[in-house]
């Protein structure tokens, strides 16, 4: 006898609104593990704190921000690519991948190269130096934009955090561009890597949908080496 399946539809309200109400929760607790590791970042924050981080980060994924990371993806991916050129038995992909995003985050957070992509042993050390010296990175950071002259380099992440004024012309403290790097940083590269390497394991399964995908990047890109935005 075959149990007919029947789905059931809800309405879902705005991203942005789940992500307040997930934060209303977490405030119901009289203390929440995650800060521990996280601090008190956008992830985790709630009410007017949130609300004015928020705004306050939102040029950091201004397009033309973003158009910058682009060069950024594709010297990591060759890195990988490189790695993988010569592997002849099976690889843990994930522990690749998720190396390959902490370099991109790195690099598009405050600019640092770890080189954990090509020495494994860096990679608990590159957390390690972002967990124990945010402030000196911050410190040193903050002295950089005094004396570099304008349009110098690109613009990254910490330099949105630094510069960053509300409506009162009131900045973030040391402690909250340390929370809100924490945030994007472990939260940030892991859940990325989980969703990368699902995709990979999707598309090593259905040959089928992997070369769909593989004419439809073609189409759009060509035989560039390096995509651009």
Known sequence: METEIQFLTLPIPRPTYILYRLRQMVETASLNPLQIVDGDGLLLSGGRKWDRNRRLLTPAFHVEILKNYVKIFNASIRILSQKWSSVVEPVDVFHHISLLTLD??????????????????KFRRACNTIHLHSEQIIGSRRQLLQREKPNSRNVDFLDILLTA???????LTNDEIRDEVDTFMFEGHDSTASAISWCLY??????EHQDRCREEILSVIGNKRDPEW
């Open 165 to 171: 004024k509300d409506s009162e012309g009131k900045g």
């Open 104 to 121: 991109n985050m790195m690099k598009c957070l405050f600019g640092y190269e770890s080189n954990c992509q090509n020495e494994t042993r």
């Open 202 to 207: 999707n598309l090593a399964k259905y040959p």
